[in-house]
């Protein structure tokens, strides 16, 4: 089974990077891990990607390094299966209301005797019945590392409580569901938003778990590590695209060039 380099890099204390790629071209999923990066977060709550093509990208990402940190949609339990076994090392499950739903997420990404994961090793996870199926059950629950998203206000009051679930590595707080949520949509630096952190990062120093969040620079990075997060985000494909073009129509258009844009 192939081993977890960011559980690797949590277990030692270590900062953890990962970046978002929205293209469901594997190539860019191959360009990522070959360039050393921690993971790769596929999201698959809010984007049309099927298990299928999922599976396809996954692969492009095995010639690298990177870990693939693919995140369902809310209750989306069932399905959390399948995406371990095309290969994801962690779960990043969103919208965690509480201690009982953390549970549920465990339950259906651990085996025996940690969860009630359903069995199967003929996918790329074991690699296809190369492991024998104690090895496989034993190094996958090793391996396998859950990050719970803390989105909601209250949520972040049962912080601490969602925190000590055995088998939830991480708390992840979302400042955009966080922010529509609490009333001030998109002002991240909003006192509600920074209060809300620290409250996630006291919650999960007490139950001796890692903690993190999306982080817009590295100056942003540098004050969240310093805070003890260890889990960082930053970027996807579309925004970097996104700014390029922006940047490419700032410096031609004093050429004379002109832009039908829509926005």
């Known amino acids: ?101 953390a549970r549920e997420v465990v ?42 998203q803390i989105e909601d206000p209250d949520a972040v009051a049962n912080a601490r409580e969602i925190a000590e679930v055995d088998g939830v590595d991480v708390l992840f707080f979302g400042p955009g569901d966080f922010s529509v949520l609490a009333g001030v949509p ?3 630096d909003h006192p509600r938003v920074e209060e809300a952190i620290r409250e996630v990062a006291a919650a999960a120093k007490a139950a001796g778990k890692h903690w993190g969040m999306p982080a817009g620079s590295p100056e942003r990075a540098k004050q969240l590590l310093d805070m003890g997060a260890r889990l960082i985000a930053h970027g996807a494909d579309i925004i970097w695209i996104k700014n390029a073009l922006e940047e490419m129509r700032r410096r031609f258009g004093p050429l004379g060039f002109t832009f039908d844009g829509r926005y």
């Open 107 to 148: 339950k259906w990404a651990k085996f025996a005797p940690l969860g009630r994961r359903g069995c199967d090793s003929g996918n790329p996870d074991a690699p296809y019945c190369a492991l024998p199926v104690d090895r496989y059950v034993r190094e996958a629950n090793e391996q396998t590392f859950i990050v719970v």
């Open 1 to 101: 089974m192939r081993p977890s380099k960011i559980k690797a890099k949590l277990v030692r204390n270590e900062p953890v990077l990962v970046t978002t790629i929205h293209s469901i071209d594997p190539s860019m999923y191959e360009l990522v891990s070959l360039m050393g990066f921690d993971g790769l977060w596929m999201d698959l709550e809010h984007h049309a990607a099927s298990v299928e093509t999922a599976n396809g990208l996954m692969r492009a990402a095995r010639v690298g390094t990177a870990d693939i940190l693919a995140r369902p949609a809310k209750g989306e339990f069932m399905r959390m299966g399948r995406i371990l076994e095309a290969g994801a090392q962690g779960i990043m499950y969103p919208r965690c209301d509480n201690a009982a739903e």
């Open 186 to 188: 998109g002002q991240f």
